[in-house]
């Protein structure tokens, strides 16, 4: 069976998925990956047919509308406003370009970006698929939709309220995707919507992330399965900086100080408050630059900084992990088995900022635009020196270490693959 997956976004976006096409790999079937050049590096050398779409999720984030999308990032309907109007020029030719990239593909695996354009485009293409999402994103009264704000169980309504927000994402997506995919489908030569299929009650819905951390709701459809993380291990094929080596090995267990894609418009500043925090925390810190959130020219004395290292090489070696919450650095921060600072920008960010706190596994969130050196360091101080957030940490890491998330939803997946008549 030949089975094609995508991936985009950011890198947290993207690596769950590329160990996903190694799961199916490794399940004795043929893979071809459709990822951005961004990624080329993480499936150099895989033994899949790898295929690269014309599009630069980076040079699109450090784009004038793609900082006005993360800008807009606490508005939900804002926010995904700008996304349509950043991605809107590339729509069209990606759908067109799909049909070559899925040619003779028997079966496809719809990513979280996929849900944007709805399943119109997928089923247009006459390809079995199921959905593989990084957040949960089925509709329970148990909690709010990711992207919106909690309400406190105790108050009447809240269980409404939760169901509510799912059916209002849902507007939201489809009135702001929805004219831009139908244009994109009429554009390439499909004359009408197309509708949704009683198959969708059937077609799996996996979860990215371990049932410890979101536990499923009783509630969910189904076919919805919280698998476990789906890791991508880099590190045994990565040969870390002598610079960086020396560093760690120089003193105590120093802490590690990312944002990921998150950038803004002044990294020299961000980078001080940064410096600053460590120096009030007594901490030494590793800063990752990522997609231009922290500058080197701020760099502190008790400091080294890069650009990125493989999470599971250098988390299981800090004393604490400072990040801004995407899903897939909070997994990897997770399976270390190390304390969390969580400092949120938008979106799911927040969601997953609470269920570290509630996890026991963190201090309280300092969201991004409250942040100060003060509250960072209180905060770094208070994860490194906690006793019982470390051994929480230390705890829960063992557990998701110990799950085969990839393994999970492989079998699922291809059990419906195999089951479902075309």
């Known amino acids: ?217 009783t509630d969910w459809p189904p076919n919805a399965t919280a698998t476990g993380y789906w890791f991508l291990d880099l590190a045994s094929a990565w040969t870390p900086p002598a610079g960086l080596v020396d560093f760690v090995n120089a003193g105590p267990p120093p802490v590690s100080i990312g944002f990921g894609s998150m950038n803004n418009s002044d990294p020299a500043a961000a980078t001080k408050l940064v410096a600053d925090a460590l120096r009030l925390a007594g901490q030494r810190g590793i800063l990752l630059s990522g997609w231009g959130g922290l500058a080197t020219a701020a760099l502190p004395d008790n400091g080294y900084m890069m650009e990125s290292a493989p999470h599971d090489w250098l988390f299981p070696r800090m004393a604490a992990v400072v990040h801004h919450c995407g899903a897939g650095t909070t997994g990897a921060g997770l399976r270390a088995g190390v304390p969390a600072v969580p400092v949120p920008f938008f979106a799911d960010q927040l969601f997953w900022a609470r269920r570290l706190h509630e996890l026991g596994v963190a201090p309280r969130p300092v969201p991004w635009k409250k942040l100060t050196a003060e509250n960072l360091a209180q905060a770094i101080h208070e994860a490194v020196t906690n006793k019982e957030i470390k051994i929480r940490s230390e705890e829960l890491g063992k557990k998701i270490r110990a799950e085969d998330g990839v393994g999970v939803a492989v079998e699922i997946a291809e059990n419906y693959f195999c089951t479902i008549k075309r």
């Open 1 to 217: 069976m030949l089975i094609t997956l995508t991936s985009g976004g950011s890198r947290g976006d993207s690596q769950p998925y590329i160990a996903l096409a190694h799961g199916f790999k490794a399940a004795g079937h043929r893979v071809r990956m459709v990822t951005t050049p961004d990624y080329a590096p993480l499936v150099e050398g895989a033994d899949f047919d790898c295929r690269f779409v014309n599009l630069n999720i980076r040079s699109l984030i450090e784009s004038e509308r793609g900082r006005a999308m993360l800008a807009a990032g606490g508005n939900p309907f804002m926010f995904l406003r700008r996304m349509r109007q950043l991605l809107e020029p590339f729509v069209e030719p990606m759908i067109v370009e799909a049909k070559k990239n899925f040619a003779g593909s028997d079966a496809f695996v719809m990513p979280s970006s996929g849900a944007m354009f709805g399943s119109a485009a997928f089923e247009w293409l006459n390809i079995p698929f199921c959905t593989a999402l990084m957040q949960p994103l089925a509709a329970t009264s148990k909690f709010a939709h990711p992207f919106f704000p909690p309400l406190d169980p105790r108050i009447p309504g809240a269980a409404l309220y939760n169901r509510f927000t799912y059916a209002i994402a849902d507007f939201g997506v489809a009135a702001v995707a929805g004219p831009v995919v139908r244009r994109a489908l009429r554009g390439a030569g499909v004359g009408k919507d197309l509708h949704r299929s009683s198959e969708s009650i059937k077609r799996p819905l996996l979860f990215g992330y371990s049932p410890l951390v979101v536990k499923p709701p």
